[in-house]
């Protein structure tokens, strides 16, 4: 099999749900592990997976509970310390710490580990996109998106018709193929996102502000060398909770990817996948050792 290519498996938690995995390149390579945002399934990291892995990279990325593939909960009960408790266990089942790149909801995830958990279970934090507090229209507006075809779509045309009104900046539209994972066919023949609805019940907004205080409480407390990606035109962070963040971390570094919005990876991969692996390649140089930074790929 090609290094690039994912070697599809499954990880089973401690409360026995299988999460489903995909793992690109060999084993013994440096280990990334993606965690993907709120609604997004381990697809949103293909493109990335497969360039940092023709650099020698191993990259494992999964569905989280109630997302793509993966299980859902029973009686739809979603709590954030099971989303924690995941990330941590497939941490900690690879053959050395990875670097956690962590996406929006991932990246959320990854803070509160790193910064709760000793000994740490990364080697390093990748943030893309999220900072401790995040605008709140940017959140809106990607639960507007969520929210909005409880009935579903009676075609993937129709599906794809509704991905580029919300993605205005991508040029071409998904096709079947690329669809197919994101969506499911219900008794009715009518295809629905992949989540759980059960994901969207109740206030989010509320619920997710909730959790503040411990993100920065967590943020303060991460210890290993952290990278906060942003894009230029995101709605979800901004200068003002960029600056919020790296004064909590200030060992932490920033690079401002031009163009891009809150969906990073998928509007600017090339500039995405080089960021990293300037950080990485950072860190083998300077043996771990975090030191403040400011970039723009």
């Given amino acids: 099999?090609?290094?690039?290519?994912?070697?599809?498996?499954?990880?089973?938690?401690?409360?026995?749900?299988?999460?489903?995995?995909?793992?690109?390149?060999?084993?013994?390579?440096?280990?990334?592990?993606?965690?993907?945002?709120?609604?997004?399934?381990?697809?949103?990291?293909?493109?990335?997976?497969?360039?940092?892995?023709?650099?020698?990279?191993?990259?494992?990325?999964?569905?989280?509970?109630?997302?793509?593939?993966?299980?859902?909960?029973?009686?739809?009960?979603?709590?954030?310390?099971?989303?924690?408790?995941?990330?941590?266990?497939?941490?900690?089942?690879?053959?050395?710490?990875?670097?956690?790149?962590?996406?929006?909801?991932?990246?959320?995830?990854?803070?509160?580990?790193?910064?709760?958990?000793?000994?740490?279970?990364?080697?390093?934090?990748?943030?893309?996109?999220?900072?401790?507090?995040?605008?709140?229209?940017?959140?809106?507006?990607?639960?507007?998106?969520?929210?909005?075809?409880?009935?579903?779509?009676?075609?993937?045309?129709?599906?794809?018709?509704?991905?580029?009104?919300?993605?205005?900046?991508?040029?071409e539209r998904k096709s079947e193929q690329q669809l197919r994972p994101l969506l499911r066919e219900g008794a009715d023949g009518r295809l629905r996102w992949h989540w759980d609805p059960a994901l969207l019940a109740g206030d989010l907004i509320s619920e997710s502000e909730r959790y503040q205080p411990r993100l920065f409480a967590a943020a303060a407390n991460?210890?290993?060398p952290m990278l906060l990606l942003s894009g230029e035109r995101s709605d979800v962070v901004s200068h003002h909770t960029v600056e919020e963040f790296l004064a909590l971390a200030p060992h932490a570094r920033h690079a401002e990817v031009p163009g891009a919005t809150h969906m990073l990876a998928g509007d600017a991969n090339d500039a995405f996948t080089a960021a990293i692996a300037g950080f990485i390649e950072s860190l083998e140089s300077a043996g771990d050792t975090a030191k403040p930074s400011a970039m723009r790929c």
């Fill in 222 to 224: 991460v210890e290993v």
């Fill in 1 to 171: 099999m090609d290094a690039s290519q994912a070697n599809p498996t499954a990880f089973a938690t401690a409360d026995g749900l299988s999460l489903a995995i995909d793992v690109h390149h060999a084993e013994g390579a440096p280990t990334l592990l993606f965690a993907h945002g709120f609604g997004q399934t381990r697809g949103a990291w293909n493109a990335a997976a497969r360039t940092l892995a023709a650099r020698g990279y191993r990259c494992v990325a999964f569905d989280s509970r109630g997302h793509g593939e993966s299980d859902r909960a029973p009686g739809g009960d979603y709590h954030m310390q099971q989303f924690v408790d995941d990330l941590l266990a497939i941490a900690h089942a690879q053959p050395e710490p990875p670097i956690l790149v962590g996406a929006s909801m991932g990246g959320l995830l990854g803070l509160v580990t790193a910064g709760e958990v000793r000994p740490a279970p990364f080697r390093a934090l990748v943030l893309v996109d999220i900072t401790p507090r995040w605008e709140t229209a940017g959140v809106e507006r990607i639960l507007a998106f969520m929210q909005a075809h409880p009935d579903g779509f009676a075609s993937y045309a129709e599906a794809a018709e509704q991905i580029a009104a919300y993605l205005p900046q991508r040029r």
